[in-house]
């Protein structure tokens, strides 16, 4: 499969970096083709903190068309948004907060008020043209949608559609059972892929596959409101997640590991008790703690570790002779199998 | 026989090695998939399956890198008289004394070579092999083939005196740009049959 990969918030940027690294050799101030990386993988990075997006040099401004990218969750914000002020005064929370709290609940909260305040959807539905959540909103358009075969759909949804859509999964969900579903769009899925292939376009992605730190103050609560987005415009496009479960103690940031763990089962809570077939497909957990203790406290090392076990996920090459063996939908199906 | 021709004879016997290396390689895989299911695959199946891309650089640098190394062979054995007094550079006084002839020498090597130097090349799609491998291929093959290159012209400079020192530096970094070159091939292989 080819997935795209997002990196949500520091831990998940620095795993990112180890997918998208180039495999090509590198030549000073040259470069002869595109950006080879392992299994020709596309994908961004998530943060909210902008400092931390700047002080690197290895992602660019996905804004400013760079790759591989950064995005900064809520650069879409205005300084001065209507939205924004609505928010921090009825709730106390800052959409442009630079690094999101660390506790997990945070995040949560800020997405759990789009979702129940009608009047606060309205207003964004103005400022953002039609959005009613302006975060996931923008991170789908700009940062991943893009790269996904879900950009060439000749039928988007409009946002006038949403909401009946938003029903249809809904309905679709007590109807069917999760395989059901699963298999459901698959057929469209490969025509899709078929198309994109017939089109010169087979670079683009079939897949999405989260990483995030579970129980950080970023990566922990970006996946499902994404994957809400994601699954307005396509039911069954495979969404997979790679949770990092932290180390014991406190992190460099101070935030406790008590606090840490608690964001880490309200991740997972999350995550795996969406109704069958509305939230992402698979969750595969690593145990930071494991990899603290096997390569002594090497970071690099740890993140390089986590790419060896993902990579054969990634690997492009197929059984001999064969067709669509490892393609996203049949691993989605396979999962769903199980 | 002559030393020189023994020691052309040893690199061609590396040539051969790196290619029987690749096919058993692409052997030992198509016998441990068929092993691994019933559905049964032609070779042709397999390099089509096998094949990956190993980027623009790394390409373009392996191909002027394979260009440079039969130039480097020719400048060893041909530039003089000293290995086939029957068969040199100087045979052709013209070109010999034109202050281009090297350059001349070393376009109509290419030329002759092109087709070898593009098709060889390809077998490295076959591979998966590391970065810090591609870059040494790309930065040590053109400085080995380069001090092998130098070498040569020295001994065409100080024609009729001769060198052994020259000539068998030329030689060795001849050998080790070959070698260097085939280890995609080598290490694929031992990893193949772990």
């Known amino acids: ?46 943060e909210s903190a902008a400092q931390d997006a700047q002080d690197q040099n290895f992602y660019g401004n996905l804004a400013e068309g760079e790759h591989p ?20 005064k009825n709730y106390g929370y800052d959409l442009k907060a630079q690094g999101y709290d660390r506790r997990a609940e945070y995040l949560k909260g800020v997405f759990e008020i789009f979702d129940f305040d009608q009047n606060l959807r309205n207003l964004a539905d103005n400022e953002f043209q039609g959005e009613e959540n302006p975060l996931p909103a923008y991170i789908w358009k700009k940062g991943i949608r893009p790269l996904t075969t879900i950009s060439i759909s ?22 069917l059972s999760g395989q059901q579903i699963a298999l459901s769009s ?24 989260f990483m995030a730190s579970l129980g950080g103050g970023t990566g922990t609560g970006f996946i499902n409101p994404i994957t809400n987005y994601v699954r307005l415009e396509e039911l069954a496009f495979p969404i997979f997640a790679f949770g990092i479960l932290t180390e014991k103690g406190s992190d460099a940031r101070h935030a406790s590991e008590g606090q840490r763990d608690l964001g880490a089962v309200i991740a997972m809570y999350d995550l795996l008790t969406k109704e069958a077939g509305t939230g992402i497909d698979a969750l595969i957990i690593v145990d930071n703690q494991i990899l603290l203790e096997r ?39 396979v999962i769903w199998e199980a | 026989m002559k030393y020189e021709i023994t020691l052309l004879i040893a690199l061609a016997i590396i040539m051969l090695a790196g290619f029987l290396t690749h096919t058993a390689y692409l052997q030992r895989i198509k016998d441990k998939l068929s092993k691994t299911s019933d559905a049964a695959f ?56 034109d202050e281009l002839g090297l ?14 130097s593009f098709i060889i090349p390809r077998g490295y799609g076959f591979y998966t092999f590391s970065r810090v491998l591609k870059n040494i291929t790309i930065y040590g093959v053109p400085l080995l083939l380069l001090i092998s290159i130098i070498s040569s012209s020295y001994l065409a400079t100080i024609f009729p005196l001769t060198s052994d020192i020259a000539w068998n530096l030329g030689f060795v970094a001849l050998a080790a740009a070959l070698i260097m070159l085939l280890a995609p091939i080598f290490s694929g292989f031992l990893e193949v049959i772990r």
């Open chain 1, 154 to 175: 000749k039928s988007k949804l409009t946002f006038a559609n949403k909401n009946n859509a938003n029903q249809d999964i809904n309905q679709n969900s007590k109807k």
């Open chain 1, 69 to 88: 990218g950064y995005l900064i969750c809520h650069d879409s914000i205005r300084p001065d948004s209507d939205t924004r002020d609505y928010v921090m």
């Open chain 1, 186 to 209: 698959i057929g469209s899925l490969l025509k899709k892929r078929g198309d994109n292939q017939d089109s010169g376009q087979s670079k683009l992605c079939d897949s999405i596959l």
């Open chain 1, 295 to 333: 390569f002594k406290g090497n970071y690099p090392a740890m993140d390089t570790a986590m790419y060896h076990a993902i990579r054969p996920i990634l690997e492009r090459r197929n059984y001999p002779g064969a067709q669509l063996q490892d393609d996203a939908p049949a691993m989605r199906r």
């Open chain 2, 42 to 97: 032609k070779m042709e199946d397999l390099k089509q399956s096998l094949k990956i891309p190993q980027g623009s650089n790394y390409n373009t640098l392996v191909i002027s890198s394979w260009s440079l190394f039969f130039v480097a062979l020719a400048f060893l054995y041909f530039l003089t008289p000293r290995v086939f007094p029957a068969w040199n550079f100087f045979d052709f006084p013209k070109v010999a004394s």
């Open chain 1, 1 to 46: 499969m080819r997935p795209c990969l997002v990196g949500i918030g520091g831990a998940g940027g620095n795993v990112l970096r180890q997918f998208l690294q180039s495999q090509d050799a590198s030549l000073p101030r040259i470069k002869l083709g595109e950006h080879l990386t392992f299994g020709d993988v596309r994908g961004l990075w998530l």
């Open chain 2, 103 to 116: 350059l001349i020498f070393a376009i109509a090597i290419v030329l002759v070579t092109a087709v070898v």
